[in-house]
């Protein structure tokens, strides 16, 4: 443990937290909010709490933000005690008001912080190790959407606007490709001509939204699977971390960001583009795990789009990463000039990859149905 600075102790006062203050190690594993695990002595019962600097250049809006993910949790914490499930203090954060009744506080420096309750006995992964391991982590999300089935999805506030708009995010693209300005038009015909061909894709589930066709739920909108705290025991998710991107949004959105990452046999910016495919036996061990776990939360008409979320999501993120491309690396880190072109491609072969093993995406849905 670090020696303990001021600050820390200044900032831990403002949310009441008891006890002495012992100690804190910094978590070097987040891009966005810098994170410290606090250590505090209460009567000799060694307490664990988990401090974030919020990011305000990403996140502007600490009350629209903070707003979501309380509402979110107590909703989750409420379902829990209503389902008498053991140990409901782990299967979602608790966070601390502040003296003034806010969940976050500004200090001297003008930095934002945020204070929870940190969960024991569990462990994070970043790689997929097996189907058994995606099936757990479906289950985590699908729970996660069951919870809260009956929450009102609209009553969120949008903290990052069109997040998941992917018709937005095309005419973003079009912008890109008619602005040039980084003059790599020329480089990636092949990619615009994919991208423009599919331009009615776009449209399918912001229309059905529109149309009331499809309800607006809680979306998590970063399913990454280490946003997940898996049990030292049983190795089960209990617990859905990272809330920042909590918003309304459509399931299909999470369910497809997931398979997008979580089902792709290559790594995200794969230069080979020939190592890139969906894994069907990844794709249906995470549908059994998901749909096991959101039961009937969903219609049967979110059920039969969740192979195309799982397109659409990929879409949406290649032509981000081609804009980001065209417009000279703006938004997206880069290791090298090439990077975003080189994801851009990941994406758009396992979009190929999933349009010709559609039906058998479909198929493999309707089993757990």
């Known amino acids: 443990m670090a020696n303990k600075p001021f600050d820390i102790v200044e900032i831990c006062e403002q949310f009441s937290i008891k006890g002495v203050f012992t100690g804190y190690e910094k978590i070097n594993n987040g891009h966005i909010n810098s994170t410290y695990n606090l250590i505090f002595d209460e009567d000799n ?27 979110v949790t107590e909703h989750i914490r409420k379902k829990n005690a209503e ?27 003008g930095d934002c912080w945020r ?23 479906g289950s985590a999300f699908g729970e996660f959407q069951n919870l809260l089935a009956d929450f009102d999805g609209s009553s969120l506030f949008e903290t990052i606007e069109n997040f998941h708009h992917t018709a937005c995010r095309f005419e973003a693209l079009k912008k890109a490709i008619e602005e040039n300005k980084s003059g790599r038009l020329n480089t990636v015909k092949d990619e615009i001509e994919f991208a423009l061909e599919r331009e009615a894709d776009t449209h399918v589930l912001v229309d059905m939204i529109a149309e009331g066709k499809l309800p607006l739920r809680v979306t998590h909108n970063d399913t990454k699977l280490n946003n ?15 809330l920042d991107t909590v918003m309304p949004g459509l399931s299909m959105y999470d369910f497809g960001d997931s398979i997008r990452f979580g089902a792709n046999t290559a790594a995200e910016d794969e230069k080979d583009v020939s190592k890139v495919s969906l894994s069907l036996p990844l794709y ?43 417009n000279g690396d703006v938004y997206f880190k880069t290791a090298y000039p090439e990077h975003n072109l080189v994801r851009c491609r ?24």
């Not at 060694?46 to 707003?67: A, C, E, G, R």
């Not at 994070?124 to 058994?132: A, G, P, Q, R, V």
């Not at 990941?346 to 149905?369: G, N, P, R, S």
């Open 115 to 137: 204070l929870y309750i940190f969960v024991d006995d569990v462990y994070t992964l970043n790689s997929i190790e097996s189907e058994d391991v995606f099936s757990n982590a």
């Open 228 to 242: 997940i705290l898996f049990d030292n025991i049983t190795n089960k998710g209990i617990c859905i971390i990272d």
């Open 83 to 109: 389902n008498n499930v053991d140990c409901p203090e782990r299967r979602t954060l608790s966070f601390f008001p502040c003296l003034d009744g806010k969940y976050y506080y500004y200090d001297k420096n």
């Open 284 to 326: 249906e061990a995470y549908v059994k795990g998901y749909l096991s776990s959101a039961k009937d939360a969903l219609t049967d008409l979110e059920k039969e789009l969740l192979p195309f979320g799982a397109k659409i999501m990929t879409y949406e993120c290649g032509i981000r990463f081609l804009a980001d491309y065209l």
């Open 45 to 71: 019962v060694v307490k664990k709490y988990v401090l974030q600097k919020i990011n305000t250049n990403v996140f502007k809006n600490p009350d629209y933000l903070m707003s979501n993910i309380v509402a």
């Open 346 to 369: 990941t994406q758009f072969a396992l979009v190929k990859d999933m349009e010709d093993k559609m039906e058998q995406m479909k198929e493999i849905t309707k089993k757990y149905c």
